[in-house]
């Protein structure tokens, strides 16, 4: 079954420097997204792509964050400048064209900020 | 984003049916109900979705009110593997491929 990677599984970082989070979404899938959830929070909506540009996102996802698909199969994450409120789980997920649109989610990337 | 009310928890036993209620007063006549839930350490993963009938699948059945303001998802009978948080999230498929809009969902814990 298709399944959607994350990598890194783990990332600690030094507050202010940047990371990029990677994500291969499932082939043929065409909306991408990403999630994040902070320890013993709910999970939150980051950022919608679609057609190789943003089509919504949440006030968190501010000047620090941007997302771009360099190459046609991976989905990445930057944080420009991490502060320590970034350390959180990150998911990718993706959909396909389905009526319901069911996302598949990637295993998370536990960042940690120093 | 119609809203969704879920307990906190709930606690079962293996091999036992689970029952897990969801509320959504507000529901629209468009709105679908999903259903996803989350493993301790890994991402969110789809159970199911419903409109007006009951639904079946392998992993778990809708049961869907009459007058659509609750539904209750069944675990015919759970594993020690079905102990995650479960969420009831409404959404619109004239929307298109929007994003799922989490609450606290449900923990559910299963006894041995």
């Known amino acids: 079954e298709p399944e959607v990677t994350q990598t890194p599984s783990h990332q600690v970082t030094q507050m202010g420097q940047e990371v990029i989070l990677r994500c291969v979404p499932i082939?043929?899938?065409?909306?991408f997204y990403w999630y994040r959830q902070i320890l013993g929070q709910k999970v939150e909506f980051l950022v919608s792509?679609?057609?190789?540009?943003?089509?919504?996102k949440s006030e968190i996802f501010d000047d620090q964050f941007s997302v771009e698909r360099p190459d046609g199969s991976n989905f990445t994450l930057k944080i420009r400048s991490t502060k320590l409120e970034d350390s959180a789980m990150y998911f990718c997920?993706?959909?396909?064209?389905?009526?319901?649109?069911?996302?598949?989610f990637g295993p998370g990337t536990r960042l940690t900020v120093l | 984003d119609a809203k969704t009310t879920q307990p906190n928890s709930m606690e079962s036993n293996e091999e036992e049916p689970v029952h897990l209620p969801c509320n959504h007063s507000?529901?629209?006549?468009?709105?679908?109900i999903h259903w996803y839930r989350q493993l301790p350490s890994q991402g969110p993963e789809y159970v199911i979705h419903?409109?007006?009938s009951n639904v079946n699948n392998r992993m778990a059945s809708l049961a869907i009110a009459e007058d659509r303001k609750s539904s209750t998802l069944i675990l015919h009978r759970a594993t020690l593997r079905d102990a995650a948080v479960y969420y009831c999230?409404?959404?619109?498929?004239?929307?298109?491929?929007?994003?799922?809009?989490f609450g606290q969902g449900t923990r559910l814990t299963i006894n041995p």
């Open positions: 997920a993706c959909t396909g064209l389905a009526l319901y649109n069911e996302q598949f």
């Open positions: 082939s043929n899938h065409l909306y």
């Open positions: 792509f679609y057609n190789n540009e943003i089509s919504e």
């Open positions: 507000t529901i629209s006549g468009t709105d679908y």
């Open positions: 419903g409109l007006t």
């Open positions: 999230i409404l959404r619109d498929p004239r929307m298109g491929a929007q994003k799922l809009v």
